[in-house]
């Protein structure tokens, strides 16, 4: 016998659980899917959140060896305990799967835990334990995305493998390769050569974090080598294996590299495979990316999707704007997502953030814009930090002054970044950000600056 709801998700994650629980508050009958117990999706399981944990401890680890002493703070010699580390990361994800498992109960959203296929409009199979069939009026396509998988690479899930298995390695790789220089990959190989391990990086193009601002990217790569990461650019990966219980990265036109382990990150494929699409006629691309309209419709009637499994960046924050909008669109109407105002954070030390236009999109579009910068050697919350790596880089209109991208690196810039979102997406002028007091001494301070800069106002720099 089937269950029947408004609303049925497919997907329990940033961007699924959160369309479940703003229908249900707008008084929809709401189900949500996922073949995981631990709703939270990829992100909160083995995703952002255990990988900040480890980024998080990690950085006190390597700060109590190397940099405490300029504090006045000597400490002697210090252990590392990889397997508390560990066990903390595993109960950071806990106590928020399990935080999110009680939000979909008190919002009265139906959890069923299996693999759902969408066998029809209006139609949910549900294979687990305990097998259902959901008939709703709508259904909204939330299953995220995968590491992509290469076939010169062969993975064992062990000495070679992705993301989630650099989760959880049993001790530092003496010697770890990682495949890409995004956002995945120098945040997880930040991880382990604060831990001990010799960390090189092999990318593709001839520079790290594609789609940052290169000007940005450039600082980020000479920090990170003063840090010890070796960075390779333009090395074309060909094909990785485990030869005698060591992998051998080859790459075009060098000689092969013998390593203990390999991570390979080079993107996230959206996952719509296996889940009826291909039988139902859902409009997809090559890569599996479902097509969608402005109301995040798919062309099949009553079959909607969002985050990472359509297009834009795949990042928990714009999949649940997505799953926001999507239903508020479904019950009020309407529902809005600024996709020229979404941030995006690399959480490094120093961290990168971003938001809008970088200046080679502005050159590139012939757009005429004004350039703020402010070091983070001029600010005084910096100085008393220990953090003067890094500066803050605001663009704006040459005609209006409304300001058109920021771009930072550098401590809590992550934190920072959310300012600009604001401002932005209340089309403010960098003078508008400029005459915001901004209290002393704080980093926000830094963000005055720049946006001071633009004008050629700056006081500190």
């Known amino acids: 016998m089937s269950k029947q709801f408004d609303l049925a998700v497919l997907g329990g994650g940033p961007g699924g659980y959160v369309a479940a629980i703003r229908a249900a508050q707008l008084g929809l009958n709401v189900a949500v899917v996922d073949e995981n117990p631990q709703f939270g999706g990829t992100c909160l399981r083995v995703g952002c959140i255990p990988s900040k944990a480890l980024l998080e401890s990690s950085h006190l680890f390597h700060q109590s060896q190397h940099e405490l002493a300029s504090h006045g703070i000597r400490i002697g010699h210090v252990d590392l305990d990889l397997k508390q580390m560990l066990l903390r990361k595993d109960k950071v994800v806990e106590a928020l799967t399990g935080g999110i498992n009680m939000l979909l109960k008190r919002n009265k959203v139906s959890m069923f835990v299996g693999r759902g296929r969408i066998v029809s409009p209006g139609q949910l199979q549900v294979t687990g334990q305990e097998s259902s069939l959901l008939e709703a009026k709508r259904i909204i396509i939330a299953t995220g995305s995968k590491p992509t998988i290469f076939p010169s690479i062969e993975y064992d899930g062990d000495i070679i493998g ?32 604060r831990l001990g391990s010799r960390v090189t990086i092999l990318e593709a193009l001839d520079h790290i974090l594609p789609g940052v601002d290169r000007e940005i990217g450039k600082l980020a790569h000479r920090i990170f080598e003063k840090q010890g990461l070796q960075i390779k650019t333009n090395m074309w990966v060909e094909n990785a294996s485990v030869q005698n219980g060591t992998a051998v990265v080859r790459c075009k036109d060098e000689a092969p590299i013998q390593v203990d382990r390999v991570l390979v990150c080079t993107g996230r494929t959206p996952n719509t495979k296996g889940i009826g ?25 009553g ?19 997505e799953g926001i909008a999507c239903v508020e669109k479904i019950v009020t109407g309407y529902g809005h997502v600024d996709y020229d105002v979404i941030p995006g954070i690399v959480y490094t030390h120093p961290e990168i953030a971003s938001v809008g236009k970088t200046e080679e999109q502005l050159t590139s579009a012939g757009v005429a814009f004004n350039k703020g910068v402010c070091p983070y050697g001029a600010n005084g919350r910096a100085r008393a930090l220990g953090e003067i790596d890094g500066k803050v880089k605001i663009l704006a209109d040459v005609k209006t002054d409304r300001i058109l991208g920021v771009h930072a690196i550098g401590a809590h810039a992550g934190d920072l970044i959310a300012e600009a979102t604001i401002a932005m997406s209340f089309k403010a002028s960098a003078e508008d950000l400029a005459r915001c007091c901004h209290a002393h001494p704080t980093l926000s301070e830094i963000v005055m600056e720049a946006a001071l800069a633009v004008a050629g106002r700056a006081i500190h720099t």
């Open 162 to 193: 992705d993301s989630t298995t650099a989760l959880s390695y049993a001790s530092p790789p003496e010697h770890l390769v990682v495949i890409g220089a995004g956002y995945i990959g120098l945040e997880l190989g930040s991880v382990w050569r």
């Open 277 to 301: 699409l291909e039988d139902l006629g859902v409009q997809m691309d090559q890569r599996g990316t479902i097509q969608v309209n402005h109301d995040f419709q798919t062309n099949v009637a």
């Open 303 to 321: 079959i909607y999707a969002i985050g990472d499994c359509i297009a834009g960046p795949m990042l928990a924050h714009k999949a649940s704007e």
